[in-house]
């Protein structure tokens, strides 16, 4: 699938670092692959950290991601 805007929200904000959280049905592999968050670019800041459910609806899982980069709306994650 796709980045979907409406799964991700704030968590708290703080001193300019936000700690997000999303949900999808896709797996962590599809969601840690590059430009899948550049929807969100314009709102993550390289730093930031990405509580994520995956795989919702298969077997679910949960990580934390930090945004490794965020160059002119190209968008990283890294796993922690």
Do not use: E, I, K
Not at 5 to 34: E, K, R
């Amino acid at each position: 699938m796709a980045f979907v805007p409406q799964d991700l929200s704030v968590l708290c904000y703080a001193n300019g670092f936000t700690l997000w959280h999303y949900t999808t049905v896709d797996t962590g592999t599809a969601m840690a692959a590059a430009n899948y968050f550049d929807p969100a670019g314009p709102y993550v800041r390289v730093g930031d950290v990405m509580v994520c459910n995956t795989d919702t609806d298969g077997t679910p899982a949960a990580a934390f991601y930090r945004v490794s980069a965020n160059t002119g709306g190209a968008v990283s994650v890294a796993a922690m």
